[in-house]
């Protein structure tokens, strides 16, 4: 019936507006451009990309802008996520925008909006998708297989440090583990307060006075001695048996097509461009 509906009301574009929070924040999209830049340098035979958590396919649709734009040779993306409610009454109790999440998933519209916003990927990178949780479907994925596996899954601090540790086993020598909303590192925040909080997606840290998501500051942390960060986005490359970080600097970058202007004039605010320049 969504399916219907949306081929209505959207027949030519993607749909992330209202409530639903489906866009990323306006300084992910250099980055995680960039990252594929950075890749694809040393790849000319295809890159193979896994994403854990897609919620309205925001950050798949960026995935598979960037692999058309960069890679050479055959583009894939996987994309995992349950649609499943998972933020607990209390969550829900706090804040609005944990009500509407848990509506979208209750009533399988995230996951119909998903599919209904992947169908506007470029023809050339072959999307598929798993409707489960990211152990079990690790299960049926093959060791070192992937060049970038992102994690955006459920924040709370043992489903991200589960996902990291799934992570590490999938990807390729040479491939990236990266992932989102790392806004504190673990060296900056009350380590107390940060491990009382680790079954919450957000908080207040006491030490800095910024809201951050406490489970995967730990996460991150306790898996890796060091990671880039830009912005929240947070990435490392696999070398032999370590994870080192990854410098970015003269990667080229480029916001999705599926952006609203509205972002677009935000990332220029941010990069330091005119608001009336194209980005």
Known sequence: MYKQIHELLFPNEPFFGGPMMGLLGAHRYLPMTATVHYLAKDRDDGMRFLEVGSWLGSSALVWAEALEMFASGPKSLLCVDPWEVYFSDKEVADGEIYRNFNSLLETGLAYDLFRHNIGFAPASVEIDHIRGGFARASAFLRPGFF?????????????????????????????????????????????????????????????????????????????????????????VQKKGDVFVPVSLKDCASFVPSHVPHDIKVQINRLVGVSEEAPV
């Open 147 to 235: 060049d970038l596996i992102y994690l955006d899954g459920n924040h709370h601090y043992e489903s991200t440090r589960q996902d990291i540790e799934i992570a590490k086993k999938l990807v390729s020598e040479g491939g990236v583990i990266c992932g989102d909303d790392l806004e504190l590192l673990m060296g900056e925040v009350d380590i107390e307060h940060m491990k009382a909080s680790g079954d919450v997606d957000l908080a207040w840290d006491p030490k800095t006075g910024r809201q951050y998501h406490p489970g995967v500051t730990r996460a991150v942390g306790e898996a890796f001695p060091s990671v880039s960060m830009h912005y929240g986005f947070w990435l």
